[in-house]
Nanobody, 122 residues
Framework: QVQLVESGGGSVQSGGSLRLSCAASGYTYSSYCMGWFRQAPGKVREGVAVIDSDGSTSYADSVKGRFTISEDNAKNTVYLQMNSLKPEDTAMYYC????????????????WGQGTQVTVSS
């Protein structure tokens, strides 16, 4: 049974930091790249950061320089370090395995986690 379990969300003030974790199980972790996504109420799910199997990373422009994606293959876990948080970062954050951008700009993935809420107050 495949599981992606996110943790680390919470409420912080603007300028604060959080570290999200996503523990994967039930499949060969190294088989797929991993990504973090977020969705705010009334908005489409957007890509935040992706880490490929070779360790290369990419970020949304809105989080470059503030967020860092990393992984620990020994623990089958991907992380998202979020610094200098802003109120506009408030959203449900999801991790995903093997994400891809489909028609119409929608994100799809082989597996999705249940999400962890991040709330940033001004």
């Amino acid at each position: 049974q495949v599981q992606l379990v996110e943790s680390g969300g919470g409420s912080v003030q603007s300028g604060g930091s959080l570290r999200l974790s996503c523990a994967a199980s039930g499949y060969t972790y190294s088989s797929y790249c991993m990504g973090w996504f977020r969705q705010a109420p009334g908005k489409v799910r957007e890509g935040v950061a992706v880490i490929d199997s070779d360790g290369s990373t990419s970020y949304a422009d809105s989080v470059k320089g503030r967020f860092t994606i990393s992984e620990d293959n020994a623990k089958n876990t991907v992380y998202l370090q979020m610094n200098s948080l802003k109120p506009e970062d408030t959203a449900m954050y999801y991790c995903a395995a093997d994400p891809f951008l489909g028609d119409g700009g929608r994100w799809f993935a082989r597996y999705w986690g249940q999400g962890t809420q991040v709330t940033v107050s001004s």
